[in-house]
């Protein structure tokens, strides 16, 4: 099994706090994920009167101690969207959902947002959006469906959204199979740098005894090594 870790292994650090809260139930803390001395936090039900729900998400940089180094709002800021509800940070990008942002007039259709470090000589350091995905991006002719929260999180999980490297794996757990309700599927998107952009690379469906969402073909583990 893995090395037990030693006391001296784990502390407690400075807690973080975000800069703007709306002073209602904000949720911080939803969405979290940390790599190397960057950190994504989301604050799903971030309210912005008299849009309710719509949230934030923040960028933290460990520099002698963690700080906010930047605010990502909603960049399509809908009531109930709850931007930031899942995340997941890896090298210069962020994978952040809004699993009940609208699409095409169909509720709670869901959207994730590539959010990417603009580095280099001439760039500024901060995040910016590089590209938005719905299901409608996925593979082999997937369409987004009412309802079915692209980028939401699988039953037994709070993560709706998993990137490691050149993979992106994105969960769309309320999704129908036109036989079982709420069955979810699983998208898998990868990077093309000929194209520059993410792209549907598979989409995982269940077999027709069982189905994502509750939890009956648990546990569902997906590798996605750094090619």
Same mark, same amino acid.
Request: proline share 7%.
């Given at each position: 099994?893995?090395?037990?870790?030693?006391?001296?292994?784990?502390?407690?650090?400075?807690?973080?706090?975000?800069?703007?809260?709306?002073?209602?139930?904000? #949720?911080?803390? &939803? %969405?979290?994920?940390?790599? @190397?001395? /960057?950190?994504?936090?989301?604050?799903? =039900?971030?309210? !912005?009167?008299?849009?309710?729900?719509?949230?934030?998400?923040?960028?933290?940089?460990?520099?002698?101690?963690?700080?906010?180094?930047?605010?990502?709002?909603?960049?399509?800021?809908?009531?109930?969207?709850?931007?930031?509800?899942?995340?997941?940070?890896?090298?210069?990008?962020?994978?952040?959902?809004?699993?009940?942002?609208?699409?095409?007039?169909?509720?709670?259709?869901?959207?994730?947002?590539?959010? #990417?470090?603009? &580095? %280099?000589?001439?760039?500024? @350091?901060? /995040?910016?959006?590089?590209?938005?995905? =719905?299901?409608? !991006?996925?593979?082999?002719?997937?369409?987004?469906?009412?309802?079915?929260?692209?980028?939401?999180?699988?039953?037994?999980?709070?993560?709706?959204?998993?990137?490691?490297?050149?993979?992106?794996?994105?969960?769309?757990?309320?999704?129908?199979?036109?036989?079982?309700?709420?069955?979810?599927?699983?998208?898998?998107?990868?990077?093309?740098?000929?194209?520059?952009?993410?792209?549907?690379?598979?989409?995982?469906?269940?077999?027709?005894?069982?189905?994502?969402?509750?939890?009956?073909?648990?546990?569902?583990?997906? =590798?996605?090594?750094?090619?």
């Amino acid at each position: 099994g893995p090395p037990a870790l030693a006391q001296t292994d784990c502390f407690h650090d400075t807690p973080i706090f975000a800069s703007d809260p709306s002073g209602f139930d904000d #949720y911080f803390g &939803t %969405g979290i994920s940390v790599d @190397g001395a /960057w950190a994504v936090v989301g604050a799903s =039900t971030f309210h !912005d009167p008299p849009l309710a729900d719509i949230g934030d998400a923040y960028i933290f940089e460990n520099d002698s101690g963690w700080s906010e180094f930047q605010i990502i709002d909603n960049p399509e800021p809908n009531a109930g969207a709850v931007f930031g509800e899942s995340a997941s940070m890896s090298g210069d990008w962020v994978a952040i959902s809004a699993p009940r942002q609208i699409i095409d007039a169909d509720s709670h259709s869901g959207t994730v947002y590539m959010y #990417y470090r603009d &580095t %280099g000589p001439f760039g500024s @350091g901060n /995040w910016l959006l590089g590209q938005t995905l =719905t299901a409608d !991006d996925g593979a082999q002719s997937a369409t987004h469906q009412a309802y079915a929260q692209f980028g939401g999180p699988l039953a037994g999980s709070h993560q709706g959204v998993s990137l490691v490297g050149n993979f992106l794996i994105i969960g769309e757990p309320h999704w129908d199979n036109g036989t079982y309700t709420d069955s979810g599927r699983v998208h898998v998107f990868g990077w093309n740098p000929t194209h520059s952009a993410w792209e549907g690379f598979q989409v995982l469906t269940p077999p027709s005894a069982g189905n994502f969402q509750t939890g009956k073909l648990r546990p569902l583990a997906i =590798t996605a090594p750094k090619r």
